[in-house]
């Protein structure tokens, strides 16, 4: 679609941070992208940063971190998490998964209803989840795994509480893969659109991982971006800026258009 309009509506996007971040942190990181998604939309785009759940210790972190004044390592760290992934390799155990899922789900209740969300690094698979168990028929696709190992649906998302996301946006973004566990997340395949943007030089999350996500999604055909970068998100690099608004004004307006189709045919006068 060549250069569709901005949406007539107000946008709202829910934005999930990386492992060791907050909410106030990503949204400082990314206060460009910010400033050229608000220009971009003149009706309005509101952007909510919630901060993960799971508060992370030195110990639970594997990367150095910036020692205090004196030299001295720090005993606290404002630094959270989704989930705690555990495991030497894949397939990992992601300890928390359901206190994670459990605050996404509270914000949904509590700010939403939200028209896509953007997600970075773990935020970016914590993304891929919620927008699949926000689908239709998805609770039943983990009832039917269960036999063979999965994980049960959620309880913290209820039914109705949300509607199924316009779109989704995944930064260093990955799935988790190698174990029955999360199967629920990707089978059947999602079918939230989903633009990833992969960095050639990330050294933090294999692009194996990132493609298995891409993979999960029933629609990956020119919905891959990369960029010459590391593990981050490109905020105000004109290419990859106009990459996100160019499918967000995409999925926006066709969403619109599925919206009238249905209210004009409920509008129609049926002879039975």
């Not at 939309?41 to 030195?58: D, E, N, Q, R």
């Not at 910036?66 to 030299?71: H, I, K, M, S, T």
């Not at 009832?143 to 996301?165: C, Q």
């Amino acid at each position: 679609m060549a250069n569709p309009p901005p949406p007539k509506d107000p946008v709202k996007i829910l934005m999930l941070h990386g492992f060791t971040q907050s909410g106030p942190l990503f949204r400082a990181k990314t206060r460009a992208l910010e400033k050229n998604l608000q220009k971009a939309f003149p009706a309005g785009c509101t952007l909510s940063y919630p901060t993960a759940p799971i508060k992370l210790s030195p110990a639970d972190i594997p990367f150095a971190l910036p020692a205090n004044e004196d030299g001295s390592e720090k005993e606290e760290v404002e630094a959270y998490a989704w989930w705690r992934r555990k495991g030497e390799g894949e397939p990992f155990l992601y300890e928390g998964l359901e206190v994670g899922l459990a605050e996404v789900a509270r914000v949904l209740k509590e700010e939403g209803p939200f028209d896509g969300v953007v997600g970075f690094s773990q935020g970016g698979a914590m993304a891929g989840m919620v927008a699949a168990l926000l689908e239709e028929g998805r609770r039943e696709a983990f009832e039917g795994l269960k036999v063979s190992g999965g994980i049960s649906y959620p309880e913290s998302f209820t039914k109705g509480m949300h509607p199924p996301f316009k779109f989704a946006v995944i930064y260093s973004g990955f799935a988790a893969r190698g174990t029955e566990l999360y199967r629920g997340f990707y089978e059947p395949k999602i079918k939230t659109p989903m633009l990833h943007f992969l960095g050639t030089l990330d050294a933090t999350v294999e692009e194996k991982r990132s493609l298995a996500l891409v993979e999960a999604c029933e629609e990956s055909e020119g919905r891959v971006v990369y960029h010459p970068g590391g593990h981050f998100v490109p905020s105000s690099q004109k290419a990859y800026v106009g990459a996100l608004i160019g499918f967000i004004k995409e999925v926006m307006q066709s969403a619109k258009g599925e919206e009238e189709k249905e209210e004009s045919v409920e509008d129609m006068d049926v002879p039975f």
